[in-house]
Protein backbone atom coordinates (compact mmCIF):
# COMPACT_ATOMS: atom_id res chain seq x y z
CA UNK A 1 0.00 0.00 0.00
CA UNK A 2 2.97 2.38 1.12
CA UNK A 3 4.55 1.49 -2.57
CA UNK A 4 1.56 2.22 -4.22
CA UNK A 5 0.97 5.53 -2.60
CA UNK A 6 4.50 6.87 -3.71
CA UNK A 7 3.97 5.15 -7.00
CA UNK A 8 0.63 7.49 -7.27
CA UNK A 9 2.48 11.11 -6.19
CA UNK A 10 5.37 10.28 -8.32
CA UNK A 11 3.04 10.17 -11.41
CA UNK A 12 1.00 13.47 -9.79
CA UNK A 13 4.37 15.35 -9.12
CA UNK A 14 5.30 14.70 -12.92
CA UNK A 15 2.27 15.37 -14.58
CA UNK A 16 2.17 18.73 -12.79
CA UNK A 17 5.54 19.42 -13.03
CA UNK A 18 5.16 19.06 -16.76
CA UNK A 19 2.33 21.42 -16.94
CA UNK A 20 3.72 24.17 -14.88
CA UNK A 21 7.05 23.86 -16.90
CA UNK A 22 5.23 23.83 -19.88
CA UNK A 23 3.05 26.72 -19.33
CA UNK A 24 5.01 29.04 -16.56
CA UNK A 25 8.29 27.92 -16.73
CA UNK A 26 9.91 27.25 -20.50
CA UNK A 27 9.60 30.54 -21.45
CA UNK A 28 11.59 31.37 -18.73
CA UNK A 29 14.78 29.20 -19.37
CA UNK A 30 14.56 30.02 -23.22
CA UNK A 31 16.53 33.20 -22.30
CA UNK A 32 19.46 31.55 -20.50
CA UNK A 33 19.57 27.82 -22.14
CA UNK A 34 20.34 26.45 -25.97
CA UNK A 35 19.94 23.36 -25.23
CA UNK A 36 17.45 20.48 -24.12
CA UNK A 37 19.22 19.74 -20.92
CA UNK A 38 17.98 22.19 -18.72
CA UNK A 39 14.20 21.59 -19.89
CA UNK A 40 14.40 17.86 -19.13
CA UNK A 41 16.32 18.67 -16.29
CA UNK A 42 14.24 21.06 -14.50
CA UNK A 43 10.83 19.00 -14.84
CA UNK A 44 12.96 16.14 -13.33
CA UNK A 45 13.65 18.96 -10.25
CA UNK A 46 10.30 20.21 -9.90
CA UNK A 47 8.87 17.23 -9.52
CA UNK A 48 11.53 16.11 -6.80
CA UNK A 49 9.69 19.70 -5.11
CA UNK A 50 6.13 18.97 -5.59
CA UNK A 51 6.69 15.20 -4.45
CA UNK A 52 7.82 16.47 -0.83
CA UNK A 53 5.17 19.39 -1.23
CA UNK A 54 2.30 16.23 -1.29
CA UNK A 55 4.43 14.71 1.32
CA UNK A 56 4.19 17.74 3.86
CA UNK A 57 0.66 18.31 3.12
CA UNK A 58 0.12 14.92 4.10
CA UNK A 59 2.13 15.61 6.88
CA UNK A 60 4.65 12.95 6.33
CA UNK A 61 7.62 14.37 7.25
CA UNK A 62 10.38 11.87 6.57
CA UNK A 63 11.53 11.73 3.50
CA UNK A 64 14.51 9.24 3.16
CA UNK A 65 18.03 10.57 2.80
CA UNK A 66 18.56 9.18 -0.66
CA UNK A 67 15.81 11.30 -1.75
CA UNK A 68 16.87 14.05 -0.85
CA UNK A 69 20.62 13.76 -1.93
CA UNK A 70 19.45 12.73 -5.32
CA UNK A 71 17.35 15.63 -5.79
CA UNK A 72 20.05 18.01 -5.10
CA UNK A 73 23.03 16.31 -7.37
CA UNK A 74 20.00 16.76 -9.97
CA UNK A 75 19.41 20.34 -8.85
CA UNK A 76 23.65 21.33 -9.89
CA UNK A 77 23.38 19.35 -12.99
CA UNK A 78 20.68 21.70 -13.76
CA UNK A 79 21.89 24.23 -12.32
CA UNK A 80 25.44 23.93 -14.21
CA UNK A 81 23.66 23.13 -17.90
CA UNK A 82 21.74 26.14 -17.61
CA UNK A 83 25.21 28.31 -16.88
CA UNK A 84 27.06 26.38 -19.62
CA UNK A 85 24.58 25.32 -22.20
CA UNK A 86 23.38 28.76 -22.71
CA UNK A 87 25.00 29.52 -25.96
CA UNK A 88 27.33 32.20 -25.93
CA UNK A 89 26.08 35.65 -24.37
CA UNK A 90 25.34 38.71 -26.73
CA UNK A 91 26.43 40.85 -23.78
CA UNK A 92 29.68 39.80 -21.98
CA UNK A 93 29.36 43.61 -19.90
CA UNK A 94 30.49 43.07 -16.49
CA UNK A 95 28.82 44.72 -13.91
CA UNK A 96 31.04 45.46 -10.15
CA UNK A 97 28.61 48.18 -8.62
CA UNK A 98 25.80 47.23 -6.27
CA UNK A 99 22.59 47.53 -6.97
CA UNK A 100 23.09 48.12 -10.89
CA UNK A 101 19.83 46.62 -11.44
CA UNK A 102 17.60 49.15 -10.57
CA UNK A 103 18.98 51.23 -13.23
CA UNK A 104 17.83 48.07 -15.52
CA UNK A 105 13.97 48.41 -14.04
CA UNK A 106 14.03 52.12 -15.63
CA UNK A 107 14.78 50.47 -18.98
CA UNK A 108 13.27 46.96 -19.18
CA UNK A 109 9.14 46.58 -18.86
CA UNK A 110 8.26 45.60 -15.60
CA UNK A 111 7.37 41.92 -16.38
CA UNK A 112 11.41 41.41 -18.52
CA UNK A 113 12.65 43.25 -15.09
CA UNK A 114 10.69 40.79 -12.06
CA UNK A 115 10.99 37.38 -14.13
CA UNK A 116 15.07 38.25 -14.38
CA UNK A 117 15.21 39.06 -10.60
CA UNK A 118 13.28 35.96 -9.72
CA UNK A 119 15.23 33.64 -11.90
CA UNK A 120 18.49 34.74 -9.60
CA UNK A 121 16.01 34.98 -6.61
CA UNK A 122 15.20 30.98 -7.04
CA UNK A 123 18.87 29.94 -8.44
CA UNK A 124 20.63 28.95 -5.09
CA UNK A 125 17.16 28.91 -3.06
CA UNK A 126 17.35 25.05 -3.34
CA UNK A 127 21.40 25.17 -1.56
CA UNK A 128 20.26 26.89 0.80
CA UNK A 129 17.05 24.92 1.77
CA UNK A 130 19.11 21.49 1.36
CA UNK A 131 22.30 22.93 4.02
CA UNK A 132 19.33 23.47 6.40
CA UNK A 133 18.03 20.16 5.79
CA UNK A 134 21.74 18.27 6.75
CA UNK A 135 21.67 20.57 9.47
CA UNK A 136 24.73 22.83 8.54
CA UNK A 137 25.43 25.86 10.50
CA UNK A 138 24.50 28.72 9.14
CA UNK A 139 27.76 30.19 9.77
CA UNK A 140 29.38 27.85 6.99
CA UNK A 141 26.14 27.19 5.15
CA UNK A 142 26.31 30.92 4.16
CA UNK A 143 29.58 30.41 2.79
CA UNK A 144 29.04 27.68 0.90
CA UNK A 145 26.18 29.63 -0.77
CA UNK A 146 28.64 32.57 -1.61
CA UNK A 147 31.46 30.61 -2.57
CA UNK A 148 28.73 28.64 -4.94
CA UNK A 149 27.34 31.65 -6.59
CA UNK A 150 31.20 33.06 -7.07
CA UNK A 151 31.69 29.92 -8.96
CA UNK A 152 28.47 30.42 -11.32
CA UNK A 153 29.63 33.87 -12.12
CA UNK A 154 33.14 32.75 -12.49
CA UNK A 155 31.90 30.19 -15.25
CA UNK A 156 29.68 32.43 -17.21
CA UNK A 157 32.34 35.11 -17.22
CA UNK A 158 35.35 32.60 -18.14
CA UNK A 159 33.43 30.31 -21.20
CA UNK A 160 31.53 33.36 -22.25
CA UNK A 161 28.28 32.23 -21.50
CA UNK A 162 27.52 35.35 -19.44
CA UNK A 163 29.25 37.94 -17.74
CA UNK A 164 30.38 38.31 -14.09
CA UNK A 165 27.42 40.57 -11.87
CA UNK A 166 27.68 41.32 -8.33
CA UNK A 167 24.05 42.05 -8.28
CA UNK A 168 23.55 38.16 -9.60
CA UNK A 169 25.97 37.55 -6.60
CA UNK A 170 24.01 39.10 -4.24
CA UNK A 171 20.90 37.94 -5.24
CA UNK A 172 22.00 34.53 -5.25
CA UNK A 173 23.21 34.70 -1.69
CA UNK A 174 20.75 36.13 -0.37
CA UNK A 175 18.35 33.50 -1.92
CA UNK A 176 19.87 30.38 -0.83
CA UNK A 177 20.35 32.74 2.86
CA UNK A 178 16.41 33.19 3.14
CA UNK A 179 15.50 29.93 1.70
CA UNK A 180 18.02 28.27 4.57
CA UNK A 181 16.09 30.36 7.23
CA UNK A 182 12.33 29.60 5.87
CA UNK A 183 13.08 25.25 5.55
CA UNK A 184 14.10 26.74 9.79
CA UNK A 185 10.66 28.00 10.40
CA UNK A 186 9.20 25.32 8.69
CA UNK A 187 10.61 22.84 10.77
CA UNK A 188 9.45 24.58 13.80
CA UNK A 189 6.11 23.95 13.36
CA UNK A 190 7.05 20.07 13.00
CA UNK A 191 6.00 18.22 15.87
CA UNK A 192 9.17 17.58 17.45
CA UNK A 193 9.38 13.69 17.80
CA UNK A 194 8.66 13.50 13.74
CA UNK A 195 11.27 16.85 13.59
CA UNK A 196 13.68 14.50 15.39
CA UNK A 197 13.08 11.72 13.38
CA UNK A 198 12.93 13.54 9.63
CA UNK A 199 16.47 15.47 10.41
CA UNK A 200 17.83 12.24 11.24
CA UNK A 201 16.83 10.22 8.06
CA UNK A 202 18.12 13.37 6.43
CA UNK A 203 21.82 13.12 8.41
Not at 49 to 69: A, D, P, Q, T
Not at 73 to 100: A, C, E, H, Q
Request: hydrophobic share 55%; proline share 2%; charged share 15%.
Amino acid sequence: MHLLKNFILIVLSLLTSQFVMYYFIDELIVVFAASPVPYILGRFLLAFVIFGCFKFLMKEFEIESIYINLAMILYLVFLFSITLFRGNSKSTDSNFMPFNFLTYASEANLSTFTAAVLINMLMLAPLGAYLRIKNIKFAFSWQVILYGSLIIEGLQFFTKRGSFDVDDLMLNTLSGGLAYLAVGLIHKQIPKAQLSNSFRKSS
